[in-house]
């Protein structure tokens, strides 16, 4: 089978599920290639091996934007005119009177041209775009400049926030499917569409490698040697409530808990966590780490007591898979996908969203009982091999797009 996938950034620290289900679905046979919206978010220098190798045979969309969507626009109003005016009638149709949303909407438009040659020039006839936002709405302009058949895998929560900023009801309604990572997530694309397409969603969830993700990593550890270390990965963002974890933790130092709070991301809260942590007087015990890279992570599993994601809003964070194949103790909060992968009391923790009090109480009940801690890790580590098992879901989705594709007609993309 060959099939496109489309990315809004590939390379992504922030999205290392999609380059981690390329390689695995390549590894199975398939021929996959990927296009990018954007390039990189980090220079090449900065790459770990294997997003080099991907970088090196991705197709860069606005690297080429200027030259190439002007081909792309010339060479599909004389070749199919029909095809060209649908893509102006869906920027217009998307744009309403909002002159912003229009000059946006024309980019995803010429990007998506560009995108179907690409696509011509490389034999592929699906697209498979991951997420609900940017890189799925490029996909509709490619589906109305081709014959080729259109897939989106939702997480969700951020596409739910602005359905119709994202055209979330229209992309239901033009995917041949929809692979959702959660059934919170399936819920969703329930309720803002049809009936009669519900059959058109299937879960299946993403993974993580149990062995590279291993409790062997942890084999040297002195449980709170050096006071409870507190792991925390993910974008610096007011979603993922990095601030809320460091009021918990200034909480507990303030109680004489020895605690360290390592916070693993670069992001738009940076600033704001900083000035947080001066204030507080909380330099010794919190640690911002910055961006690090898959084969830098592992470290950092290895060093903590506990990882905690006091999200706002999620879908399944792949971050807390990794943690609990370690077999970290988890923290984390009733939202979303969450309650799918962490039972409470039994893999992991969960709290309220924003109760700081739930945290801070959390946080200390696991530093007092490292016995405990350990359990619930192991349990952990147990709920991802049977349900978040990288190889194992990776081969569930390859028979997803075997059976889907086989059912639709054999398509050919347009020149």
């Known amino acids: 089978m060959h099939i496109a996938y489309l990315s809004s950034q590939y390379p992504c620290l922030s999205m290392t599920f999609v380059l981690r289900e390329v390689r695995a679905l390549r590894a199975l046979g398939w021929t996959i290639g990927v296009a990018s919206v954007n390039d990189t978010d980090r ?7 294997h997003e080099r190798e991907e970088a090196a ?3 860069y969309v606005k690297r080429h934007l200027l030259l190439g969507g002007l081909h792309a626009h010339i060479r599909l109003l004389l070749c199919s005119p029909r095809r060209w005016l649908a893509g102006w009638a869906r920027v217009f149709r998307l744009s309403g009177y909002d002159l912003r949303r229009w000059g946006l909407q024309l980019a995803y438009f010429t990007e998506g041209l560009m995108v179907a040659h690409w696509m011509r020039a490389n034999g592929f006839t ?6 609900g936002s940017q890189a799925s709405t490029v996909g509709l302009y490619v589906r109305d400049a081709s014959a080729c058949s259109f897939s989106i895998t939702i997480h969700g929560p951020s596409e739910f926030f ?20 959660s059934f ?21 969830r993403l993974g993580v490698d149990p062995q590279r993700f291993s409790p062997a990593l942890r084999a040297a550890r002195v449980p709170g040697a050096g006071g409870f270390r507190i792991l925390s990965v993910g974008r610096l963002a007011p979603v993922k409530a990095q601030a809320l974890l460091v009021d918990a933790v200034a909480r507990l130092h303030a109680e004489g808990v020895i605690i360290r709070l390592t916070l693993v991301g670069e992001g738009p809260d940076r600033a704001v966590i900083e000035a947080m942590v001066r204030q507080a007087q909380l330099e010794q ?3 911002l780490a910055g961006g690090v890279n898959q084969d830098a992570i592992l470290p950092y599993f290895a060093d903590a007591d506990c990882f905690c994601l006091p999200s706002f809003a999620e879908g399944v964070p792949v971050a807390l898979m990794e943690a609990m194949a370690v077999g970290v103790a988890c923290v984390s909060t009733y939202v ?14 969960l709290v309220p969203p924003g109760d700081l009090d739930s945290l801070v109480n959390a946080l200390r009940e696991l530093a007092a009982a490292p016995d405990w801690a350990a359990q619930l890790g192991e349990a952990g580590r147990a709920k991802v091999l049977a349900d978040y098992h990288l190889e194992n879901n ?10 889907r594709l086989s059912a639709l007609r054999p398509t050919q993309i347009t020149p």
Do not use: Y
Not at 184 to 204: G, H, I, N, T
Not at 394 to 403: D, E, H, N, T
């Open 162 to 181: 602005s359905v119709r900023e994202h055209a979330l009801a229209e992309k239901m309604a033009e995917a041949d499917f929809v692979v959702c990572i």
């Open 285 to 287: 015990v919190v640690v």
């Open 126 to 131: 699906h697209l498979h775009a991951h997420l």
């Open 184 to 204: 919170f997530a399936r819920s969703q694309m329930m309720l803002l569409s049809d009936r009669k397409r519900w059959p058109r969603l299937e879960v299946c």
């Open 336 to 349: 979303a996908g969450i309650p799918d992968l962490i039972q409470d009391r039994r893999n992991g923790l």
């Open 57 to 59: 045979q991705t197709f």
């Open 43 to 49: 220079p090449q220098e900065r790459l770990s091996a």
């Open 394 to 403: 990776v081969a569930a989705l390859a028979s997803i797009f075997q059976r």
